[in-house]
């Protein structure tokens, strides 16, 4: 590939010729060289060619094991495209750190012997490896070797000549993370091995489990909740199951928010706590919509059982109808290739002077008898599609109606969550209102701020904020019923879309098919009929 002691890159002519010198030793011999391809190549060795750098590899896709040590290749690059790779050997190089790997899960040894990794890392999804060597690398930490614990096929590994193996209770510290391990180092770890290994370090062990159990535990509750989040949103109920709606409706409301945080002051000798009378009406407000909220989420759910329910009805009505149609295409068929065998074992004389137009005959009643229960299926396929299509729009439908009455923001129409916005928007008036009073007299508002008392002496501007945060609510929440109705109308159509296009394609290869089945036996009578 180069001089001796000089860096090579892989070229074609060069893989070419080592493919080649392998196999003539090997069992093919020299007339399968000629004809082997680079895909059908299962093992090569590049080992001590002075390699600098992996590449011309993509077309060896069948490749099982392969050797690229003693050379100078410095970065893990250009294997991705061998997927069939169980066995990979680049030791004796100076590759520094473990990386393109990701699509090599069939691999089960890797050697990364004498190279200059000081981390492992990037080897999550080579789940079937059974041995790793990482002899005479630079890895540091012993603890780094938690990273390997959830290899559960590891039996062999390698680790001497690295910093980490200067560590006391090195080895019997490997040997109890690592209980299924046979070899350490080149050595077989017998029981009593193992057994000393557990003893020593039994608490660490005992608190490794419980950090995994712990993490084990995160782990499925965050699957449920990505789970349950999936759910909402197929729905279109997400974030209604508690006080989100009301949270963002009032997240951009800088009234509100200082108006609750206004201390309080003090009315005709009374206390007249503002901030408390603002605080209880938001409060009784945000209990009311919440409970709203969850009443939709919970129909929301059911809902969307049913709606599944509906589908999954269908599916299982296609696939009793396509059976059977497929059945009766199967008899026929059957049939008619048992008649023309039968028909091929008689005389050829025979047929060509008095049976050749009857046997043509036989396969157009064939095709007519096949296309006639491939119409059959599309008009029984569409009347369930169309059946489907409105059941789904009844549901969709219902639901609509039943989050346009929680959201009734048409002229007109007033119904809970507006209700209770308006009144929200009442009651805070009928405070400012009189704190604009008070505000005015300076009478009783010593413990108001200065920048408070601003807000409530521009009256106009303090009543015109409150009015536009009151638009903005109602907007919020005709915002959220657009989008439930618009996403939920949106899957519908889709759905139905979805199923008559696979329909479609399911048709158009059934008579693709059939077409060339009696294309095919066209040809065959007409062979016999020569």
């Excluded at 009301?246 to 200082?258: G, I, Q, T």
């Amino acid at each position: 590939m180069s001089g001796k002691g000089e860096k090579a890159r892989i070229t074609e002519e060069h893989l070419r010729a080592i493919v080649a010198e392998q196999f003539i030793k090997g069992p093919a011999g020299r007339n399968q060289v000629e004809r082997l391809e680079f895909y059908e190549v299962q093992k090569l060795d590049l080992g001590s060619k002075h390699i600098s750098r992996i590449e011309r590899l993509w077309e060896f896709t069948s490749l099982t094991t392969l050797h690229l040590n003693n050379n100078y290749i410095q970065k893990m690059e250009g294997l991705s495209r061998l997927t069939n790779l169980t066995s990979l050997n680049l030791s004796f190089n100076n590759i520094m750190k473990i990386e393109g790997l990701e699509s090599l899960k069939k691999l089960e040894e890797l050697n990364l012997r004498n190279n200059k990794i000081s981390a492992l890392e990037n080897l999550d999804s080579l789940e079937k490896l059974v041995s790793l060597n990482m002899a005479n690398n630079i890895l540091q930490e012993l603890s780094q070797m938690l990273y390997l614990k959830n290899f559960k096929n590891l039996l062999t590994l390698n680790f001497c000549g690295n910093p980490l193996s200067e560590e006391e209770n090195y080895k019997l510290h490997i040997i109890a993370f690592f209980p299924n391990l046979k070899y350490l180092d080149y050595t077989y770890i017998n029981r009593e091995t193992k057994k000393q290994a557990s003893v020593k370090f039994h608490i660490e062990l005992q608190k490794l489990d419980l950090e995994e159990a712990e993490k084990e535990k995160k782990t499925e509750a965050l699957k449920t909740q990505e789970s349950d989040l999936q759910l909402h949103a197929e729905a279109f109920v997400e974030s209604l199951n508690g006080s989100f709606l009301f949270e963002h409706m009032f997240k951009y409301d800088p009234l509100a928010n200082k108006l609750q945080s206004v201390p309080e002051i003090s009315a005709q000798q009374e206390p007249y706590p503002l901030y408390l009378l603002i605080l209880n009406v938001s409060l009784t407000f945000k209990e009311k919509m919440t409970g709203l909220c969850v009443q939709l989420f919970e129909t929301g759910l059911v809902e969307h059982k049913r709606r599944q329910a509906e589908v999954n009805s269908f599916f299982t009505g296609h696939r009793m109808t396509t059976a059977e149609i497929m059945q009766k295409e199967t008899e026929l068929l059957g049939a008619f290739e048992k008649y023309f065998k039968e028909l091929k074992n008689e005389s050829a004389t025979t047929f060509q002077t008095f049976q050749a137009s009857a046997h043509k005959d036989e396969l157009n009643k064939l095709q007519k008898h096949l296309l006639t229960l491939e119409f059959k299926l599309i008009s029984q396929i569409e009347m369930m599609i169309k059946k489907l299509d409105v059941a789904l729009a009844e549901m969709v439908g219902a639901f609509c109606d039943t989050a346009q009455e929680i959201y009734p923001l048409r002229k007109n129409s007033f119904a809970q969550c507006r209700e209770l916005e308006n009144k929200y928007h009442e009651k805070v008036q009928e405070i400012i209102a009189v704190t604009i009073e008070e505000v005015t007299r300076d009478h009783g508002v010593e413990d108001l701020s200065d920048d408070v008392k601003m807000v409530f002496l521009d009256k106009e501007t303090v009543m015109g904020a409150l009015t536009t945060a009151h638009e903005n609510h109602l907007l919020a929440l005709q915002d959220r019923e657009n989008l439930l109705i618009t996403r939920a109308n949106a899957w519908k159509s889709k759905c139905i879309k979805k199923l008559q296009e696979k329909e479609l394609q399911r048709n158009r290869k059934t008579l693709s098919h059939i077409a060339k089945y009696v294309d095919h036996y066209e040809e065959e009578l007409h062979k016999i009929n020569r």
